[in-house]
């Protein structure tokens, strides 16, 4: 009766969890509502130290320096296709992206990715990473220069001396105030998704000014990926040589600003795939740093030292602009060129020193295949059988402590009152067998880091996105044939836990599988709950990209195939766990025996 009430108490909060999982996941990663963009522009509160032309220089005093300004630009939002109509736009055109520079602030708003489409489909679009403030989705960068405390506008028009930027035709912005001090921004762009902005002032006014350049990233997080345990989303960068990302955005709202201790490397945003980051030149730096403005509104800001530039002299400062995807070759040998850890944009972790080989070896076998799904299974087959070896040991270790079993029960019947002899008994018996009860275990930690790795590369790996594999098309999402659609014949999406695919069956029969291999002797409780938990975690595996289904079923059917070889040759394990299943069994009929007869 006990057991009874425990089963249906397991399939009760088993059910609660499955019920749960979904609705649990959206409170804690939250869609977003849209970002309240006229709001944050107007409230005094966003506006940092700096002050644009029309507003007291006094309030920067305070502050021993000047700060970038959020502009005063008009309000109301706008349309995409509005925004990237304005005649003030000059083009980009490089190898890997594509856009315009909206002369109106000196702003690269405009920036789509050429090697990789939105959605999956011959028609779909590229990739859209930044885009004019005021749309839906602003995401861009501003380059300019902070005068004697005041901002330059945002709403200032820049001169170019081209009309297209290349990376063989880099284009110079320029601007000249009222005082005669001109500013310039060279921009020039390389073969893949960096942006480097030469900042110059010359001074050619009658007196010094105090000019300080700056740079900042500003985005929504409406469009951001989730910041999750497996791997970090959101503000990120290195300040004195060590990354920092411990913020979300619903984090860094609640604080309002975050500006780290430590010279800065590089900041920015990152997402699963994409990231935007600043790094800064040689000069040293005023403020580098996170701020909230209000809404899903948030910034980057890189802000220089404020420098004397006499009358008849200049100044230089040097900023690159990262816009792209999260490739891991790429971002190394932008490390490699002398930003410190930019590899690090990648949400590795501990485990990076193998998880890079990892990814490495994915990639190797895919170009050898021609299939990111078939190269997934080849990886997992290959990880475990360079990891069988151990495995073979924590088997013969579970054989041999098996082996001397009814020994020790003898020891512990005989010193049952002697707790102290007791063990002091078994550990000779240890050393007289050769036996180390702690070598069963070791195998297994080994293992766990090695997988977990594994697992966190296939959700990191962008190369496995809009990858194809048998009947699914992108292996980066959930697996399509769902049950509930009639594996896609219906014309509808079944939601969240709901959604079991074929891989997700696949996966909680090959885990009942190996647990049912399994010769542990269990109480009939324990046996129900793991005879329940394929189920359940079928349930809550479903929505995981299809990627790391593949890998988790193929990884199940080879610990099958590892369990009956290795217990075939270790028979004694089976009759052990046998022997004792058998007893316990004889133990609860007598126990039932003795209670009916009473």
Same mark, same amino acid.
Not at 182 to 189: F, G, V
Not at 504 to 527: E, I, K
Not at 559 to 586: F, G, M, R
């Given at each position: ?26 409170? *804690? ?7 309240? @963009? ?293 971002l190394d040998n932008y490390e490699e060129a002398g930003i410190t850890?930019?590899?690090? @944009? ?115 790996? *962008? ?8 009947? *699914? ?11 509930? =659609? ?8 079944v939601p969240g836990f709901l959604g079991i695919g074929v891989l997700? @069956? ?11 291999? =399994? ?9 129900q709950i793991f005879n329940l938990m394929p189920w359940v975690l ?11 289904? *593949? ?48």
């Open positions: 009766m006990d057991n009874q009430r425990n089963l249906l108490l397991a399939v009760v909060l088993s059910g609660l969890l499955i019920l749960g999982w979904d609705v649990g996941m959206r409170y *804690i990663y939250p869609t977003p509502p849209e970002p309240d @963009v006229a709001a944050s522009e107007m409230d005094p509160a966003n506006v940092p130290g700096a002050q644009t032309a029309s507003a007291s220089a006094s309030a920067s005093a305070s502050t021993g320096g000047a700060s970038v300004a959020e502009p005063q630009e008009p309000l109301g939002p706008v349309t995409l296709d509005a925004a990237l109509s304005s005649p003030t736009r000059i083009t980009i055109d490089a190898p890997r992206v594509a856009g315009s520079i909206n002369l109106v602030g000196a702003r690269v708003d405009d920036l789509v990715l050429k090697d990789y489409d939105a959605n999956v489909g011959d028609d779909s679009e590229a990739v859209r990473l930044f885009a004019p403030d005021r749309t839906d989705v602003p995401h861009f960068a501003e380059f300019g220069f902070v005068v004697d405390g005041k901002r330059l506008s945002s709403s200032t028009q820049w001169q170019s001396d081209g009309e297209m930027l290349t990376p063989g035709t880099p284009v110079t912005l320029s601007h000249t105030d009222e005082a005669g001090v001109t500013y310039r921004i060279k921009l020039s762009i390389d073969d893949n998704f960096m942006i480097t902005a030469e900042q110059t002032a010359q001074n050619a006014s009658q007196g010094a000014a105090i000019i300080q350049p700056f740079a900042y990233i500003k985005r929504t997080s409406t469009t951001a990926s989730p910041d999750q345990f497996i791997a970090h989303a959101g503000p990120t960068g290195v300040f004195g040589g060590s990354l920092y990302d411990p913020n979300s955005y619903e984090e860094l709202a609640e604080l309002g600003r975050d500006n780290p201790a430590g010279a800065a490397a590089w900041l920015g945003f990152t997402d699963t795939y994409w990231a935007s980051a600043l790094i800064p030149g040689a000069s040293e730096t005023d403020t580098a740093g996170w701020r909230s403005l209000g809404g899903n509104l948030f910034r980057a800001d890189l802000l220089y030292n404020a420098e004397t530039v006499p009358a008849g002299g200049s100044l230089t400062d040097t900023t690159q602009l990262f816009a792209g995807a999260k490739e891991s070759v790429v850890y930019f590899g690090k @944009v990648i949400s590795w972790g501990w485990f990076e020193w193998f998880e890079k080989p990892f990814l490495w070896l994915l990639r190797t076998l895919n170009g050898l295949v021609g299939n990111f799904g078939v190269a997934i299974i080849l990886l997992t087959c290959i990880i475990r059988g360079f990891m069988f070896p151990v495995a073979q040991k924590g088997f013969a270790s579970m054989a041999a402590m098996k082996a001397v079993q009814p020994k020790m029960k003898a020891i512990q019947e005989r010193y049952k009152d002697d707790k102290q002899t007791q063990q002091q008994k078994i550990m000779e018996l240890y050393k007289e067998e050769k036996v180390n009860p702690l070598s069963g275990c070791l195998p297994i930690l080994i293992q766990i880091p090695i997988f977990f790795a594994l697992y966190k590369v296939l959700y990191l790996a *962008i190369e496995m996105r809009h990858e194809p594999f048998l009947y *699914i098309q992108d292996l980066s999402a959930p697996d399509p044939a769902t049950i509930l =659609n009639l594996f896609g014949l219906l014309p509808y999406e997700a @069956v696949l996966l909680g029969f090959t885990m009942w599988l190996t647990f049912r291999l =399994n010769p542990s002797a269990m109480d009939p409780m324990q046996q079928m349930f809550v595996m479903a929505p995981f990209a299809a990627g790391l289904l *593949i890998y988790w079923v193929t990884s199940n059917i080879l610990t099958v195939a590892q369990q009956s070889y290795l217990y075939s040759k270790h028979p004694q394990l089976k009759a052990a766990a046998a022997k004792e299943k058998a007893e316990k069994a004889q133990a609860r009929e007598r126990e039932k025996a003795e209670k009916s007869g009473a």
